[in-house]
């Protein structure tokens, strides 16, 4: 099932909110109707929303002031809100409309399409982020990457603990054994803290110890160190080397 997306309806008018209804329905998302200011806020605490239509003129608390109630508050300040307002109000009040921090603006009587796609834009939005957030969970955000860490370290204290075991601090091949095992550990802790997982385990307080190479696997083979270069430095331009030979003589001079 797709998602859906809420779209609050504020107006202290029942016809008005059947209209605004009928108008946008076709776009199949929630429409939730309130008749005031007040109601407004409890909504938006409440739930999460695409975008806001709000009538200017209500009775208590006027849309003007809703909406600057709403840019006040941290947790749904950045909820777009398109106001709706009567013809007859004076030139002023888009510009109020504006500075209160509508998004958009629209005065009765509106032509329902033009309503419906400016609606329907906010709605495309907030869908697009919503998908986007889940994608970034499912590619390294917070919730998976603390899943992941949370097994890996089990991984990490059942290692430390077999690696203290007398049976295998005994013997030569299992200790070597398990020191590799503990070095693959690391790279994966490594890699997961590379993607913005928790804090890295402490390596040597769970008693994995430092990794050690492991011969089979060459990722976590040792670079070789590069060979000394016994070949003695140009001290010029080649072709202008010093002469090391015996030094030419000069012609003698002819009386």
Do not use: W
Not at 130 to 146: K, S
Request: proline share 9%.
């Amino acid at each position: 099932m797709s998602r859906q997306a809420r779209i609050l309806l504020v107006d202290d008018r029942p016809e008005n909110l059947i209209a605004l209804d009928a108008i946008l329905s076709p776009l199949n998302q929630i429409l939730v109707p309130v008749r005031s200011g007040e109601e407004a806020l409890r909504a938006l605490e409440a739930e999460e929303f695409a975008v806001v239509l709000l009538d200017i003129v209500m009775p208590g608390m006027s849309g003007l002031e809703t909406a600057a109630r709403i840019k006040r508050d941290a947790r749904i300040r950045y909820v777009p809100i398109i106001f709706l307002t009567a013809a007859i109000a004076g030139p002023e009040q888009p510009f109020l409309g504006y500075e209160a921090g509508a998004a958009d603006y629209l005065a009765k009587p509106f032509d329902p399409g033009v309503l419906k796609a400016k609606v329907s834009v906010f709605v495309d939005l907030y869908l697009k982020a919503c998908q986007l957030h889940d994608q970034a969970e499912l590619l390294g955000g917070r919730p998976l990457t603390d899943q992941l860490s949370g097994r890996l370290a089990a991984v990490e204290e059942t290692l430390a603990a077999l690696r203290k075991l007398p049976a295998v601090r005994q013997d030569g091949e299992a200790e070597e054994t398990a020191a590799r095992l503990a070095g693959r550990v690391g790279r994966l802790r490594n890699a997961l803290d590379a993607l913005g997982g928790p804090e890295p385990t402490d390596l040597a307080a769970t008693g994995l110890g430092p990794a050690v190479p492991d011969a089979a696997d060459p990722d976590s083979a040792a670079p070789d160190s590069a060979a000394p270069d016994s070949a003695a430095p140009d001290s010029g331009p080649q072709g202008l080397r010093p002469q090391t030979g015996p030094t030419s003589r000069r012609p003698a001079r002819r009386s």
